[in-house]
């Protein structure tokens, strides 16, 4: 039996390297004809590549590692029959689920752009399952609740359109028609430009600078999960990253006569401030220029 468990076992590991690690937005039932009847039926049970599940921004990966090795060990009856009960349920599904995450402006337009969408009699747009917008051939168009006079629906290719976003209008936006084959979804986050930053230095022992950057605006930590810092140094200047991405070190020995540059910045917008490192150091060091190189160590 171990032999035998070992063949089938590396059999599917073959049959595993031949496969794309990731099969982007395409029907399960399509992809069950791939791949051959015998290679199928090795080990008792179908391979593992038959069955899979959407990720994010409409990825596919193959099912869960320990569903792939009871397949290709076959040795387990309950065990197959599990896995044959997934693939069965794949193999009933003709389409699968694309969910993108989408960001938009505060006060600005999005547009949700549909994929192999085929002309047809009713869309339905919804927003955690509420209707923003329907139309079909016989009643045509109606938009609803506060979209209204904020939306634009393309009946030739189903996209979406809203304008003058707001933070209410984030959510799950979803498609349904006739028309559309792979289920739409659509993630909205809808984000506003970061004020610019506050930067602040401050001069340690060893006479090494340490530079932090922060926002200062009240009230603005709505989209701070989505801030990003950086930090830009002129080529005479020795920049070390700090403890944090807001934090910024700079040696003593560099070119403190010039400015470094913090920058701020999301998905959608950058914003940037920069301090003068003279501004740091008392009066009476000297500022000597120096040509080193511009230098980031992690």
């Not at 590991?13 to 496969?19: A, I, M, Q, S």
């Not at 009713?122 to 955690?128: P, Y």
């Not at 707001?166 to 984000?191: A, C, M, Q, W």
């Amino acid at each position: 039996m171990a032999g035998t468990t070992g063949t089938r076992t590396e059999s599917a590991r073959r049959g595993k390297d031949r496969r794309p690690d990731c099969i982007r937005c395409q029907p399960a039932a399509r992809q069950a004809g791939r791949g051959g009847a015998g290679r199928e039926r090795r080990g008792g049970a179908r391979e593992a590549g038959l069955a899979l599940r959407q990720t994010e921004l409409c990825g596919c990966e193959p099912l869960a590692e320990t569903a792939r090795t009871a397949m290709a060990a076959g040795s387990a009856p309950g065990w197959a029959l599990g896995v044959l009960g997934v693939v069965y349920l794949f193999l009933k599904l003709d389409f699968i689920s694309c969910s993108q995450e989408i960001y938009g402006a505060m006060n600005g337009n999005v547009t949700f752009y549909v994929s192999k969408f085929h002309p047809s009699t009713e869309i339905i747009w919804k927003k955690e399952k509420n209707k923003v917008v329907e139309w079909d051939i016989q009643s045509g168009l109606e938009a609803f609740q506060s979209f209204k006079d904020r939306v634009y629906l393309d009946i030739g290719s189903g996209n979406l359109t809203i304008t003058r976003l707001t933070k209410s209008d984030e959510g799950l936006y979803e498609l349904e028609s006739p028309g559309v084959r792979n289920k739409s979804e659509f993630h909205l986050k809808v984000i506003a430009p970061p004020p610019s930053p506050s930067t602040f230095c401050s001069l340690s022992d060893d006479g090494n600078i340490t530079l932090t950057c922060e926002i200062m605006e009240a009230g603005y930590d709505i989209d701070g999960n989505l801030l990003q810092y950086s930090w830009e140094c002129p080529p005479t200047v020795q920049c070390h990253r700090g403890l944090s991405p807001s934090e910024a070190y700079v040696l003593k020995k560099s070119d403190l006569s010039q400015n470094v540059q913090c920058i701020v910045s999301n998905p959608l917008f950058r914003t940037s401030a920069s301090i003068s490192l003279s501004t740091c150091v008392p009066e009476a060091l000297p500022l000597t220029p120096r040509q080193d190189a511009v230098t980031w160590h992690d």
